[in-house]
């Protein structure tokens, strides 16, 4: 029987690179995040915090919900919405791309954009502005244990049954570091010798989606132990990488998902043997109106 849009949110396919590595003792594979119905990997922990939150009666239809986002998150969080009848506003840097914006009104969220000088920074100051002053209430993906723990429960048990335990090292991009901190607590629990790679920007790059958080910012749901090694990629890298992606290995992806995989490849290199799963968090198509792909 036909299930419900709920149904479809993960088990995601990994596919083995055919192009970007040389040596053919070393598996590179690519989790495709962007078939998930909202098209990114981030379907994952808004469902879980949409109905985790429900069921411990923290929000309802009356509740006035915010979050701020720098467009994935609120893409899923304003299709999930829409199933539970919740009303929720979404806050991110003006100079988001307008598939972004379009997409998430299209779901029926309203949309306020900060100045992009104050970036996702701002964003989130004005949220939780609006939780301290006019009564509402953040999912706040940020701090919220139910992010990380969706991967745990999911994206993790995923890689290790399609891998059937081979993995070796697993490389995702870091922004609120919900997807890194769950798989890599599962993974660990699996097998300890599982390397776990955090991909950043460098100090000079802006990547959409990742980030080198301030003190102040830092996600509290990060813990740094459960992350083995991190690797630092350029702007360059990382668009580079996301048009690579499509022409060689016809994976349409962005930026970010373009970083882990310059991270990857790299990774790939030094390793005489291997079998690595890097992230691809999202679909190309969100970033036709920016010069990603001209």
Not at 29 to 57: C, H, T
Not at 180 to 209: C, F, H
Request: glycine content about 8%.
């Amino acid at each position: 029987m036909p299930g419900s849009l709920e149904d479809l949110i993960g088990n995601t396919p990994l596919v083995r690179s055919r192009k970007l590595v040389e040596n053919p003792d070393v598996a590179l594979y690519f989790k495709l995040e962007g078939q998930n119905p909202g098209g990114s990997v981030k379907d994952r922990a808004a469902l879980n915090m949409i109905r985790s939150m429900l069921s411990r009666g923290e929000i309802g239809p009356e509740t006035r919900l915010i979050e701020a986002t720098s467009g994935n998150t609120g893409i899923a969080l304003a299709m999930i919405a829409r199933l539970y009848n919740l009303d929720l506003e979404l806050v991110m840097p003006a100079n988001a791309t307008a598939e972004r914006v379009q997409t998430m009104r299209a779901y029926g969220a309203k949309v306020t954009l900060t100045p992009q000088d104050v970036g996702i920074e701002g964003a989130r100051d004005y949220a939780e502005e609006k939780v301290r002053d006019a009564g509402y209430k953040m999912f706040d993906q940020f701090a919220n244990p139910d992010n990380w723990k969706a991967h745990y429960q999911t994206t993790g048990p995923e890689i290790w049954r399609d891998t059937r335990g081979a993995i070796t090292h697993f490389v995702s991009s870091m922004g609120t570091t919900g997807t890194i901190m769950g798989t890599s607590a599962y993974l660990k629990e699996k097998n300890p010798d599982i390397q776990i790679v955090g991909v950043q920007p460098d100090d000079q790059a802006s990547i959409p989606g990742i980030r080198k958080w301030p003190q102040a910012y830092l996600p509290k749901i990060y813990r740094p132990e459960r992350v083995d090694h991190i690797l630092e990629v350029t702007e360059k890298e990382a668009r580079d990488m996301a048009r690579r992606l499509a022409s060689e290995e016809g994976i349409f992806a962005g930026m970010s998902s373009g970083g882990a995989a310059a991270a990857a490849v790299r990774l790939a290199s030094e390793l005489d043997s291997g079998h690595i799963v890097s992230i691809v968090c999202d679909r190309g198509d969100r970033y036709l109106s920016s010069d990603l792909f001209e």
